[in-house]
């Protein structure tokens, strides 16, 4: 099954930690990116939001002073019918990036495979 869903991600995604706040109507939450690329992000929470879901994200890249990112995704699948091992969340897919919201996301990734590059 993860090779099946690895196989859809245009992109690798990249291990993380970055606190997310995040908000579907008039429903706010706040939980941690658990997993990067430039096309989407992991958010893991036992908060889940359907499949479908359009989410307003707010993100601040890791070990700068950079004001936060601001994006619209879509919960393109969650962990509601997962297996009781599997770490709840979703996978969320930007939508509707302009180009230089596109360019902070791309330093952010780059930064952090980076960095995660030493522990391997």
Request: charged share 30%.
């Amino acid at each position: 099954m993860e090779d099946e869903s690895l196989e859809r991600r245009g992109e690798p995604r990249h291990a993380t930690h970055l606190e997310v706040d995040y908000a579907a109507d008039s429903t706010f939450m706040y939980a941690y990116i658990k997993d990067i690329s430039s096309t989407g992000i992991f958010v893991g929470t036992r908060e889940l939001q359907p499949v479908g879901t359009i989410l307003q994200l707010r993100f601040s890249p890791p070990t700068s002073n950079a004001p936060p990112i601001e994006v619209e995704g879509e919960v393109m699948w969650n962990t509601e019918n997962a297996a009781n091992n599997e770490a709840p969340g979703m996978g969320i897919r930007f939508t509707d990036m302009g180009e230089k919201t596109r360019q902070r996301v791309l330093e952010i990734v780059r930064k952090i495979a980076y960095l995660g590059s030493d522990d391997e």
